[in-house]
């Protein structure tokens, strides 16, 4: 780099401005001020973990906003032609000490100007920071230091402010509209509480009018539990709160169940809108809840430690013992960006898989080298940009005492990055998404779903590692009546084990937990020690296997409704099999709350008696008739069914009897007279041919879905057909689309776009309709036969192995009293041995809780 002369004044600094002002004039045109709805990346490269604190610090394009490490930099130069960049950089120095040997008193340090956050690594009454600005211009690498106002042209100055004070590029910049801001009530601090004596246990609590259990509100002024009205948060109550309120003008209430060293949900029903009460915590004393008490994890989740779980805490995170540190490549930990676990664990497991490294750390400079202008947006270039950060070591650096020794001579200390904090991924496959997006805590086996899909979608004629998940199941739904079976296969991407509670081996220990369970909250005393129910994994398998009930079944044998029953099988078997435990149910209120379970998960597992054996000997198959489908009754006369009469009169015209017209242009979606006679064709034969249509009734959505029972059977609509071959696309190609995507042009284009490799020249599928876009890949060939895909099959067969055999090699593990709550961490197995992943914290794990886990990660063994 080539630094502009510094300003010796005079002359000389008029002489500098007239420089400047020549060196930026070819650029002008390209610096922007940052508008209303930019977004300004000055603390995170779009292409690495560089930030501002790195050796190369970062930077930031003034005309995109983004930010780039210096290994990247030049890559953005070259593509878009920007020259002008700003480039900042933050140092960090220990403090110089005393006489007495302590650091000197801390001073406002008018050095540090970036909006950054502090280096976690650094404790920060040891260290100070100076940050640095300036201009750079490419390819000669001009440098201009900032803040240069006297001599800068007006419009760079104001560009240059604007990006060093813009906003976070993570903050939404259009908040919710109807989300106002919760005022302090008027009576928080006036508040007066009488001294009646009530002490508020940790659980059991209950209306004290109508004996309720949830929605529960604890009065501020005397210290009464009664029930809230429907309308508070939108659970049942019988209103005795606000009844309360009405007889004795006690304004402020608590809901019990919101409590927590953070926050709690206080309402006013003077001022008729929740509040804000600064003195909750005293408040909340006078009735002995001492929320300061209440342990709180590092991670930011909350947990009563008066209540059953926290053994689990311990477990779970090895808690106690003395784990060492490992660093280097595949050791990197990721920062919590708060409740952001549940994405740690799954990304951590997921680049612990060769197909994911090789799919997007393989093949990172093609990536990169062909990402959009904004690789911000772009999901592969993401995806390789956190696998590289997790994968490359860079991240995850041993403190070298030699080092250490010689940066503290210099007074100076180079940071060593303690993981990565990929907010440019959260904000990218969070976009949208209701939940993910939100900073709540989320369900770890719903993220892992969500990233799937994501990388099915953007894997369009390239590697698609989540290939390595899927597998088809066989369902087999039977007529309790006839007896009579249907099978059907989907694509599925992981394994739900019930946990039956009832084969727990120390039942009677479970028992005897209730009844002192149940004593204490009829006695309002504190809740006994958790027992917590030892299943076996045998018994989770086998309930696996038990025959379900399918609701509403309708029966193709009878042609009505009856009783059903489903089992399902693996008609093939994965790479990589993801075994989720069902430890997750709902409680009265609706909040999902968790099962206290431990299940001795075997580190081989052999799947062989559940591979599918489709149809056997002596089984008969359900007729392939389409349920009809119902009006509701009040829409009966209202509403008649959809008929071509002019289709319905041509067929009678030929001779047919006019009901069974009506019926063949009914069954076949009024697609037209012909399709109408191929429907009379086959069913003339009928005893009910002639008889006049029935009361439609609802179908069954799901045997629907996999009825075989022509070749009429979802059939796509056959305009939709004409717009996609009018594009230019086959026919073939259009019918699988549209039957992947449930008939939907939009997706139908996405579906084609994605699978440009199939071939046309099969036209058997699977009429799995509505399902996920994918489902082409296995054709009516397997749908009833004893044998399962093959690994070398062509492109129009399952994109799936064969193999029964499993060995674990990581798993994750949830703590807490729900998945809106707690904390995630994973173990994997590396080298031969098992590795703890706690947030940014990697450790060789000591006692790895594999009874405790959530998620189970099993890779095929290669003999299988």
């Given amino acids: 780099p080539r630094p502009y002369p510094a300003d010796s004044g005079g002359s000389e600094g008029a002489k500098m401005a007239a420089d400047l002002g020549e060196l930026l004039v070819p650029y002008m045109p390209t610096i922007r001020v940052p ?126 402010d604007a990006v060093l004070n813009a906003a976070s590029a993570y903050k939404h910049h259009e908040p919710d509209s109807w989300e106002e801001e919760i005022q302090v009530s008027k009576h928080a601090r006036s508040l007066r509480q009488q001294d009646s004596g009530v002490r508020i246990p940790p659980s059991g609590w209950r209306c004290s009018k109508c004996e309720m259990r949830e929605n529960l509100w604890l009065n501020l002024t005397d210290g009464s539990v009664l029930c809230g009205r429907w309308f508070f948060d939108g659970s049942g109550g019988n209103g005795h709160a606000l009844e309360h309120y009405r007889e004795t003008s006690f304004p402020l209430a ?35 809840i001492d929320i300061l008490q209440m342990q709180r994890t590092e991670n930011g989740h909350t947990e009563n430690h008066a209540q059953s779980r926290a053994s689990e805490w311990e477990v779970v995170q090895e808690a106690g013992l003395k784990l060492k540190s490992v660093y280097g490549s595949g050791y990197t930990g990721i920062r919590n960006l708060g409740n952001s676990c549940y994405l740690s664990t799954t990304m951590q497991v997921l680049f612990s898989i060769p197909e994911f490294q090789r799919a997007y750390v393989g093949n990172l400079q093609r990536i990169f080298d062909y990402s959009p202008l904004d690789p911000s947006q772009d999901f592969a270039t993401q995806m390789a940009k956190l696998g590289h950060g997790l994968l490359s070591g860079q991240y995850s650096k041993p403190p070298a005492k030699s080092e250490l020794i010689e940066q503290v001579m210099r007074e100076e200390h180079k940071l060593q990055p303690k993981g990565i904090s990929p907010k440019m991924f959260k904000a990218l496959v969070s976009r949208g998404h209701p939940e993910f997006s939100s900073s709540r805590q989320q369900d770890a086996q719903e993220f892992f779903l969500h990233v799937v899909n994501l990388v099915e979608r953007n894997s369009a004629a390239s590697e698609n590692p989540s290939d390595v998940f899927r597998f088809l199941v066989e369902e087999r739904v039977q007529c309790c009546q006839t007896r009579k079976v249907r099978y059907a296969q989907r694509v599925d991407y992981l394994m739900q084990l019930p946990a039956p509670i009832e084969a727990a081996t120390n039942r009677e220990e479970l028992l005897a937990y209730e009844a002192r369970r149940k004593d204490a909250e009829e006695n309002m005393m504190a809740p006994p020690e958790s027992v917590r129910a030892r299943i076996p994994f045998t018994a989770c398998l086998q309930a696996f296997t038990e025959p379900e009930n399918v609701p509403d079944f309708w029966s193709s044998a009878l042609q009505a409704k009856s009783a059903g029953v489903k089992t399902s099988r693996f008609a093939s078997f994965p790479e990589c099999l993801v075994v989720q435990i069902k430890k997750f149910t709902f409680g009265e209120d609706w909040v999902p709350k968790k099962l206290n379970i431990s299940i001795d998960v075997p580190d081989f597992l052999d799947l062989s008696r559940l591979r599918a054996t489709g149809l056997q000997a002596g089984e008969e198959e359900l007729p392939d008739l389409t349920p009809p489908i119902v009006i509701p009754e009040d829409a009966r006369g209202t509403v008649p069914p959809e008929i071509d009469e002019s289709s319905v009169m041509q067929l009678a015209e030929m001779g047919f009897p006019l009901e069974a017209c009506r019926k063949a242009v009914y069954y076949t979606g009024n697609m037209g007279a012909e399709m109408a006679f191929n429907w009379i064709i086959a069913h003339m034969e009928e005893p009910d041919f002639a008889e006049p249509l029935p009361v439609p009734s609802y179908a069954e959505p799901e045997l629907l879905r996999t009825s075989a029972a022509s070749p009429l059977d979802n059939q796509p609509p056959e305009e939709s057909i004409s717009i996609l071959t009018s594009m230019g ?56 036969s004893d044998s399962t895909p093959s690994p070398d099959q062509d492109a129009s067969g399952p994109r799936i192995k064969d193999g029964p055999g499993y060995e674990l090699f990581a798993f994750i593990s949830h703590m807490g009293e729900s998945t809106m709550s707690g904390h995630y961490v994973c173990h994997i197995k590396k080298e031969g041995r098992w590795v703890i992943y706690n947030d940014h914290k990697v450790c060789l794990s000591e006692r790895p809780p594999k009874d405790l886990g959530y998620m189970y990660f099993y890779r095929r063994l290669s003999s299988c």
């Avoid at 960090?92 to 801390?106: F, I, L, N, S, W």
């Avoid at 549209?738 to 776009?753: H, P, T, Y």
């Fill in 35 to 160: 508008r209303t709805g930019d977004r300004v990346f000055r603390s995170e490269c779009a292409f690495s973990y560089d930030s501002p604190e790195s050796d190369g610090g970062l930077y930031v394009c003034m005309n995109t906003f983004l930010g780039f490490g210096r290994e990247h930099v030049e890559r953005h130069y070259r593509k878009t032609g920007q020259s002008v960049y700003m480039h900042l950089k933050r140092t960090a120095r220990e403090k110089a000490t005393g006489a007495a040997g302590g650091a000197v008193p801390r001073r406002r340090n008018g050095k540090v100007f970036l909006d950054l956050e502090l280096s976690h690594d650094l404790h920060g009454d040891d260290f100070e920071y100076e940050d640095e600005a300036k201009l750079v211009i490419f390819p000669d690498h001009y440098e201009i230091p900032l803040p240069n106002i006297e001599e800068l042209p007006a419009l760079v100055t104001i560009a240059c």
């Fill in 254 to 288: 608590v809901k019990l169940d919101t409590i927590t060293p953070d926050r709690a949900d206080v309402y006013s029903f003077d001022e008729e809108e929740a509040v804000l009460d600064p003195h909750i915590s005293e408040h909340l004393a006078h009735f002995g």
């Fill in 729 to 784: 696309f086959p026919r073939q190609q259009a019918i699988r689309a549209l039957k992947g995507s449930n008939n939907n042009l939009e997706r139908a284009l996405d579906w084609i776009f994605t699978h440009p490799d199939l071939e046309d020249d099969s036209e058997a599928m699977s009429d799995a309709g509505d399902t996920e876009p994918n489902d082409h890949a296995f054709s009516n060939a397997n749908l009833h």
